[in-house]
């Protein structure tokens, strides 16, 4: 596939994408574009919200709309990580009763995987799951399994009820490309989804891309060049965010006490390849950086007692950073 035809294809994908989905989903464009980045970057997501917005049904409607397998798991205190990865089971052979471990695969072994209240389960099947994702592979006695292509996971959290929880801790949390916030949607929106959802609906949804487009696709958006400018923009706006950089504006050594690192950089970078992909270009903007910083940033920031007390948010923090933080331009 040229790379300038995969720009087009999935530019016009994406649109074919949006109108299927729309039939089962109402609202929510700007957290399904990024979830689709995040697919596309070959990357994964966590998502946070309060329980009734839908996020199951969207990640199962985008892969019906993708033809890629679908499983969720609910994590619960209980979960081991045998229950997810999957184990060795001992099986007889009934002619020679000769007996042998056989490898039960586990629901991680699909390609969309959405983790339910990740966390809610302890510390030891969370790194299990985590394991897979940075690895794409998963280690049962001396056999390793190799994860299907493509795999992504999306991580659910409910920001309300915090009591026997286990939080992701930042080193964690750090390996997911975004943080998508998922609000309540707007008041003609909510009329919308009433009316939808009390009838009796059927909808037919027509498969847009498969697996293999998704692999091919993936492996085009890491070719998509990027400017010097664009570089630059996003070194500045990362590096700012450290409150022990001596370039860092005073609002964020008065409210953060720690900075995201370069892992922020890289998915900037490729998070924004991904966006002109989907808009069908083949080069990237400072506004494609701008659109995706607080996804990027908002769980990779730490704010201090100061901010805690005075009632700033990590998004108003980045809000303010990208005000401040000009843009550069391209050299001709």
């Not at 530019?11 to 089962?24: D, H, L, S």
């Not at 299907?148 to 920001?159: E, I």
């Not at 998508?180 to 009329?191: Q, T």
Request: hydrophobic letters at 40%; one cysteine or more; aromatic letters at 6%.
């Amino acid at each position: 596939m040229d790379d300038l035809d995969a720009a087009k294809r999935l530019g016009e994908a994406q649109a074919r994408m949006m109108t299927e989905i729309r039939k089962v989903i109402i609202g929510q464009d700007e957290v399904i574009e990024q979830l689709l980045i995040a697919l596309f970057s070959n990357a994964h997501c966590f998502m946070v919200g309060v329980p009734g917005l839908a996020k199951t049904l969207m990640v199962s409607t985008l892969a019906q709309v993708l033809d890629l397998g679908f499983k969720r798991i609910q994590f619960t205190p209980d979960l081991m990580p045998s229950d997810i990865t999957g184990t060795d089971i001992m099986q007889e052979d009934p002619e020679t009763n000769r007996r042998t471990f056989e490898f039960q695969a586990g629901p991680l072994f699909t390609n969309m995987l959405l983790a339910d209240e990740i966390n809610r389960t302890p510390p030891k099947t969370q790194a299990a799951l985590l394991e897979a994702m940075q690895e794409r592979q998963v280690t049962a006695g001396i056999q390793t399994y190799l994860l299907d292509r493509p795999f992504f996971v999306l991580a659910t959290q409910n920001p309300i009820e915090q009591e026997g929880t286990y939080p992701l801790p930042e080193a964690q949390l750090d390996r997911f490309m975004f943080n998508i916030l998922v609000d309540y949607p707007k008041r003609h929106e909510e009329s919308e989804i009433y009316k939808a959802t009390t009838v009796t609906q059927v909808h037919e949804l027509k498969t847009v891309l498969h697996a293999q487009d998704i692999i091919e696709l993936q492996e085009i958006v890491r070719r998509v060049p990027v400017g010097d400018h664009v570089f630059e923009y996003v070194l500045d706006l990362v590096t700012r965010t450290r409150p022990t950089n001596d370039d860092a504006p005073d609002f964020i050594k008065e409210w953060l006490e720690v900075g995201a690192g370069p892992r922020a950089g890289q998915n900037l970078v490729l998070g924004a390849k991904a966006r002109a992909l989907m808009n069908g270009r083949f080069y990237v903007t400072c506004e494609d950086i701008e659109k995706l910083a607080a996804p990027v940033l908002r769980h990779r920031l730490i704010t201090n007692f100061n901010a805690e007390t005075e009632g700033v948010t990590c998004d108003s923090i980045i809000e303010r950073l990208l005000k401040e933080t000009p843009k550069h331009e391209e050299v001709a």
